[in-house]
């Protein structure tokens, strides 16, 4: 299937269900679509972005509300001109009962971080300004015009059988749920094939043509961004 937007998306289904005057409605359908998917961590098909951030010594937290971060997959800290190493990404509990008075802690090189909200939380405390490199799944704006690939036809099913429930065809409904169905399962089996990949930070398929100008690419000499 082609890479399709939110837009063409909504035109699809419109045209699948005959209803031009659901639009409102298949918007819903896109954005529950989105963030059931998202939360079952198909993250192959959604939309990728890498952004350079600084921390600030004596600081834990850095602000990433200007990302329009869905979901953190990886944070790589850039160490002088030749090192970098993933920090930990870990849960808000578990990083309290192994830092659990982290500010009264030796300012170091952060080792660990967890995310709450739009804030990153480092343990230990960043000593120095130091660069990292942030991995993640963007939100998408309702109605923008965001490329959304792989997922695609799970979106369209889940969308369809909501517009049908919502005029209350039950059967047609049911097998556009079935179809969705059938996708997520695809989906899943697509996302285990890279879900290794993704949590070390790594690509899922390598389709820069040219490495040598992505900086958070493995061939970049010196850095191992993924």
């Keep these: 299937m082609a890479v399709l937007t ?11 269900t005959g209803r031009t005057d659901k639009a409102d409605v298949i918007i819903t359908a896109i954005d529950l679509a989105l963030e059931e998917i998202s939360n079952s961590h198909k993250w192959r098909g959604l939309k990728f972005e890498d952004q350079a951030v600084v921390t600030v010594a004596s600081t834990q937290t850095v602000d990433l509300s200007s990302l329009g971060i869905d979901q953190l997959i990886s944070v790589r800290l850039i160490q002088g001109s030749d090192s970098s190493y993933l920090l930990k990404y870990i849960s808000e509990e578990l990083f309290d009962k192994m830092l659990p008075d982290v500010t009264d802690l030796t300012e170091s090189t952060p080792k660990f971080c967890y995310i ?30 965001n490329v959304i690939k792989g997922i695609d036809g799970a979106i369209i099913a889940f969308a369809t059988s909501f517009v049908f429930a919502s005029i209350e065809k039950e059967q047609l409904a049911a097998f556009w749920d079935r179809r969705y169905a059938r996708a997520l399962l695809l989906a899943h089996r697509a996302d285990d094939r890279v879900e290794y990949r993704l949590r070390s930070g790594r690509p899922p398929i390598p389709e820069d043509p040219t490495p040598w100008l992505n900086p958070f690419n493995d061939g970049v000499v010196g850095y191992d961004y993924y």
Excluded: C, E, H, N
């Design 6 to 16: 939110r837009a063409s998306i909504s035109t699809t289904v419109q045209a699948m």
């Design 116 to 145: 709450k909200g739009d804030t990153l939380f480092l343990g230990p405390v960043p000593d120095a300004v130091y660069t990292l490199f942030v991995r993640y799944v963007k939100s998408m704006v309702a109605g923008s015009a």
